[in-house]
């Protein structure tokens, strides 16, 4: 950081990028691997298909693909971005991936570092970026959302691989001195409630030398409780949401969009529901891609944005949700 410029008050959106993968798993495929139905996946989740890495499709190559085309929206000077913040929970390098797509992108004076959140991680990757550009120091991030759980997913548990899907998205974001587009936001974490969903570690004992062992590194696939994960989301997303538009003074009749996690569509309805905020306003796009996690708010926000839906100034509610447990909100003005 060069000095603070405590001029600096806000943040601005400059610019949305996404990649998916080109291998598509359609509902009728994964009848052929495990015991279910395209109208059971449907009518429960509202999925149809989602995109599946195959060799070349890493979380690096997914996250500079989608932060490239964000930086080229923003029409920036690769030279001039501070800071690159990757949300995954299934880095290419545990040491982190977003280095990488430093590297890849050329981006040699932006610092990059990996943040970890699960489903919510692109919504807390945003508001810490924020934070960063805020506080004076820098003046240009892109903030990327990133998953690649096909590799992480018990293939053969029907209960959870219907729901999964991989994929990338980013934002370019700026430093402003007379507004703040991020008009407001929220987080919260509930570890208690994490046993609901979880990728942990799998360390099988291993020794080093004669009475000294070690645990080797890997992991068990996901581990969900369905039932569980789904009432929380449709309980505490609409209460994060009306509290943060309440305390910045905001009805929901002036959002123009909902932009949820996209994890099923019957939490998009009934969340929607809850806010008195109608279908046409609430983005979707799960049938298609699933749950990509940390990547599904930046994927769905950058088709709006690339079809025209989503407009300069348009008023945007969003909330992330997922692993931890932990969810967030935040209220956007998109521009
Ligand atoms: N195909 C066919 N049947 C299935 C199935 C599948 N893919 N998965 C589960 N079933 C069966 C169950 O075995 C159960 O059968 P039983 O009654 O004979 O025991 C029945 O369907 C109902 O199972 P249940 O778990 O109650 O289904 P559900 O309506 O809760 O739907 C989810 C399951 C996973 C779709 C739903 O709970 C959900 O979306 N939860 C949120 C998960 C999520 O979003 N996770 C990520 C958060 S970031």
């Given at each position: 950081?060069?000095?603070?410029?405590?001029?600096?008050?806000?943040?601005?959106?400059?610019g949305s990028g996404s990649y998916v993968p080109d291998?598509?798993?359609?509902?009728?495929?994964?009848?052929?691997?495990?015991?279910?139905?395209?109208?059971?996946?449907?009518?429960?989740?509202?999925?149809?298909?989602r995109r599946i890495s195959?060799?070349g499709d890493n979380v690096t190559e997914m996250g500079y693909k989608a932060a490239l085309a964000a930086i080229?929206?923003?029409?920036?000077?690769?030279?001039?971005?501070?800071?690159i913040v990757l949300a995954t929970s299934t880095p290419h390098?545990?040491?982190?991936s977003a280095?990488s797509i430093?590297?890849k992108l050329?981006?040699?004076?932006?610092?990059?570092?990996d943040l970890?959140?699960?489903c919510?991680g692109f919504?807390?990757a945003l508001?810490?970026?924020?934070?960063?550009?805020?506080?004076?120091?820098?003046?240009?991030?892109i903030v990327i959302g990133a998953d690649q759980l096909s590799s992480?997913?018990?293939?053969?548990?029907?209960?959870?691989?219907?729901?999964f899907g991989d994929g990338a998205g980013a934002f370019a974001?700026?430093?402003?001195?007379?507004?703040?587009?991020?008009?407001?936001?929220?987080?919260?974490?509930?570890?208690?409630?994490?046993?609901?969903?979880?990728?942990?570690?799998?360390?099988?004992?291993?020794?080093?030398?004669?009475?000294?062992?070690?645990?080797?590194?890997?992991?068990?696939?996901?581990?969900?409780?369905?039932?569980?994960?789904?009432?929380?989301?449709?309980?505490?997303?609409?209460?994060?949401?009306?509290?943060?538009?309440?305390?910045?003074?905001?009805?929901?009749?002036?959002?123009?969009?909902?932009?949820?996690?996209q994890?099923?569509?019957?939490?998009?309805?009934?969340?929607?529901?809850?806010?008195?905020?109608?279908?046409?306003?609430?983005?979707?796009n799960?049938?298609?891609y699933g749950n990509t996690s940390a990547a599904t708010i930046p994927l769905v926000m950058d088709e709006?944005?690339?079809?025209?839906?989503?407009?300069?100034?348009?008023?945007?509610?969003?909330?992330?949700?997922?692993?931890?447990?932990?969810?967030?909100?935040?209220?956007?003005?998109?521009?």
């Amino acid at each position: 950081m060069e000095g603070l410029n405590f001029k600096q008050i806000g943040i601005s959106f400059k610019g949305s990028g996404s990649y998916v993968p080109d291998q598509i798993l359609t509902n009728q495929k994964i009848s052929q691997k495990v015991d279910t139905s395209n109208e059971w996946i449907k009518s429960r989740t509202g999925i149809s298909e989602r995109r599946i890495s195959s060799l070349g499709d890493n979380v690096t190559e997914m996250g500079y693909k989608a932060a490239l085309a964000a930086i080229e929206m923003a029409n920036w000077d690769i030279k001039t971005i501070d800071l690159i913040v990757l949300a995954t929970s299934t880095p290419h390098d545990l040491f982190g991936s977003a280095p990488s797509i430093q590297a890849k992108l050329g981006a040699s004076k932006a610092v990059a570092f990996d943040l970890t959140a699960a489903c919510s991680g692109f919504l807390f990757a945003l508001i810490t970026a924020s934070q960063f550009l805020k506080v004076g120091g820098y003046k240009r991030a892109i903030v990327i959302g990133a998953d690649q759980l096909s590799s992480f997913v018990d293939w053969n548990d029907r209960r959870s691989c219907i729901l999964f899907g991989d994929g990338a998205g980013a934002f370019a974001i700026e430093a402003t001195y007379e507004f703040d587009n991020l008009i407001g936001f929220d987080m919260r974490t509930d570890g208690e409630r994490g046993c609901f969903l979880n990728l942990p570690s799998k360390n099988n004992k291993d020794s080093i030398i004669d009475n000294i062992d070690f645990l080797s590194g890997a992991f068990s696939p996901i581990q969900m409780n369905g039932q569980e994960v789904y009432k929380f989301a449709v309980r505490e997303v609409p209460i994060i949401l009306e509290k943060l538009l309440k305390k910045m003074k905001y009805t929901s009749d002036e959002v123009d969009w909902l932009v949820l996690h996209q994890a099923n569509q019957r939490i998009l309805d009934s969340v929607g529901d809850r806010l008195k905020i109608p279908k046409e306003k609430i983005l979707s796009n799960l049938e298609k891609y699933g749950n990509t996690s940390a990547a599904t708010i930046p994927l769905v926000m950058d088709e709006a944005i690339k079809n025209n839906r989503i407009k300069q100034n348009d008023i945007i509610a969003t909330s992330g949700f997922g692993a931890g447990l932990s969810w967030g909100a935040a209220l956007i003005k998109w521009g």
